[in-house]
C-alpha cells in the first residue's frame, strides 16, 4: 500500500502543478495590448519623356538630293517623370555613308506649331548640340548629347524645343554619284535616367 500512496502522492502533485501552470499562463494571457500601424503603401516615383506632338514619326525622309540641299524638322521634347532626370540624345547604330551628310542639331524654343508636320515656325535657337558628319553621331547614352545646355536635370513638364537640319554634303570626286547612295534608316532616342 505504501508503494500505492507514494503513487497517489506523485499523481496528485503532478496534477496540482498542471493546473497550476494552466493558471499561470491563463493569467498571463489576460494580459496583453496591441498596437496597429496600418495603410502602409509605397509607390514607385516615374520617367516618362515624350515627343510632345505625340508622334514618333520620322524627323527627315528625303530623297534626289544634291550637293548643299538642306531639309530642317523640328520637335519638342517633353518630360512628364515625376522623379527628376538627366536626358541624353543618341542616334541607333548602322548609319551607312556617313560621312556624305551633315546633321545639325539646335536646343531653342518658341515652336508655334508642335505635331507630325515637323514644322519650325517660330523656333529660336539656344544653342547647338551638335553640328558634324552624320556618321560620327553618338550612338549610345554614355556619349550622348545633353537633353539640356550643361546637362541641366529636368523636372515634370520641361520642355524643349529641337531643330534638326540635314544636309548633302559636297563631293568631288569623279564618278562617285553614278547610282545612288543612302545613309540608311537611323533613329533618335532620347533617353531619361533619373538622379
Same mark, same amino acid.
Given at each position: 500500500?505504501?508503494?500505492?500512496?507514494? %503513487?497517489?502522492?506523485?499523481?496528485?502533485? &503532478?496534477?496540482?502543478?498542471?493546473?497550476?501552470?494552466?493558471?499561470?499562463?491563463? !493569467?498571463? /494571457? @489576460?494580459?496583453?495590448?496591441?498596437?496597429?500601424?496600418?495603410?502602409?503603401?509605397?509607390?514607385?516615383?516615374?520617367?516618362?519623356?515624350?515627343? $510632345?506632338?505625340?508622334?514618333?514619326?520620322?524627323? *527627315? #525622309?528625303?530623297?534626289?538630293?544634291?550637293?548643299? #540641299?538642306?531639309?530642317?524638322?523640328?520637335? %519638342?521634347?517633353?518630360?512628364?517623370?515625376?522623379?527628376? @532626370?538627366?536626358?541624353? &540624345?543618341?542616334?541607333? /547604330?548602322?548609319? !551607312?555613308?556617313?560621312?556624305?551628310?551633315?546633321?545639325?542639331?539646335? %536646343?531653342?524654343?518658341? &515652336?508655334? !506649331?508642335? #505635331? =507630325?508636320? %515637323?514644322?519650325?515656325?517660330?523656333?529660336?535657337?539656344?544653342?547647338?548640340?551638335?553640328?558634324?558628319?552624320?556618321?560620327?553621331?553618338?550612338?549610345? *547614352? /554614355?556619349?550622348?548629347? $545633353?537633353?539640356?545646355?550643361?546637362?541641366? /536635370?529636368?523636372?515634370? =513638364? #520641361?520642355?524643349?524645343?529641337?531643330?534638326? !537640319?540635314?544636309?548633302?554634303?559636297? $563631293?568631288?570626286?569623279? =564618278?562617285?554619284?553614278? @547610282?545612288?547612295?543612302?545613309?540608311?534608316?537611323?533613329?533618335?532616342?532620347?533617353?531619361?535616367?533619373?538622379?
Amino acid at each position: 500500500m505504501n508503494g500505492m500512496s507514494t %503513487r497517489k502522492k506523485l499523481l496528485v502533485t &503532478l496534477g496540482v502543478m498542471a493546473l497550476m501552470g494552466l493558471g499561470v499562463f491563463g !493569467t498571463f /494571457a @489576460a494580459f496583453t495590448a496591441t498596437t496597429t500601424n496600418s495603410g502602409n503603401e509605397i509607390d514607385s516615383g516615374s520617367v516618362k519623356i515624350d515627343d $510632345d506632338s505625340g508622334a514618333t514619326t520620322e524627323l *527627315y #525622309d528625303v530623297t534626289n538630293q544634291k550637293p548643299g #540641299d538642306s531639309t530642317s524638322a523640328c520637335l %519638342r521634347i517633353k518630360y512628364n517623370g515625376s522623379l527628376n @532626370a538627366a536626358v541624353k &540624345l543618341y542616334m541607333s /547604330a548602322g548609319v !551607312t555613308n556617313g560621312t556624305m551628310y551633315n546633321l545639325q542639331v539646335e %536646343r531653342g524654343s518658341g &515652336l508655334t !506649331t508642335v #505635331d =507630325n508636320t %515637323r514644322s519650325c515656325a517660330g523656333f529660336s535657337s539656344s544653342s547647338t548640340v551638335y553640328n558634324g558628319n552624320l556618321g560620327s553621331f553618338a550612338t549610345t *547614352y /554614355a556619349g550622348g548629347y $545633353d537633353g539640356k545646355a550643361g546637362g541641366a /536635370a529636368w523636372a515634370q =513638364n #520641361d520642355a524643349v524645343d529641337y531643330r534638326f !537640319t540635314i544636309t548633302q554634303n559636297d $563631293d568631288a570626286t569623279a =564618278n562617285a554619284h553614278t @547610282a545612288v547612295t543612302s545613309s540608311g534608316p537611323h533613329s533618335f532616342t532620347w533617353e531619361a535616367r533619373n538622379n
